[in-house]
């Protein structure tokens, strides 16, 4: 691996050297109207060891983009990471002492859900792709760990 920048920021991140779950900064943009856009890495499992089964990732998605505009307008967008171990969540402006307790507060939420928002034919391209279940106990996880979620790196 050369010491060649890549475009992708999380394409310059030692994947062998962070310790999930954990929470960080990936990316900071300043639009030409000032405002800001913070991007953060909300990692569930430990990247090339684990990896959140599809049901999982396809539910907490739709749980966590509808749950956590409850409490904010400030969730520009929650997407999945296509290896599975993780989110990206898009932010206008949200500092993590802010958005870490957002995020907690959600994971709350979905643990009191009793079904998957819009998991139908009609409000998802894979309706019956979903569970709840499995979304609940990775979340169950991840929120057994808060402590730990603002030291991305192994010791």
Known sequence: MGKHRMNVESF???HT???APFVRIADRKRLPGGDE????????CQPNREHLEM????????LT??????????????????CQTGFYALTLGLEPEEFLPLLEATLRDILEAAEVPAANEVQC???????LEAAQEAV???????????SVFAS
């Open 12 to 14: 310059n991140l030692d």
């Open 17 to 19: 050297k962070v310790a």
């Open 37 to 44: 856009l913070v991007k953060y890495d909300v990692r569930f």
């Open 55 to 62: 049901r999982a990732v396809h539910s907490i998605e739709h």
């Open 65 to 82: 983009a509808e749950l956590m505009r409850n409490h904010t307008d400030r969730l520009l967008d929650w997407s999945p990471m296509g």
């Open 125 to 131: 391209g894979w309706g019956a792709h979903h569970s």
């Open 140 to 150: 169950r996880g991840l929120l057994a760990k808060r402590e730990e979620w603002e």
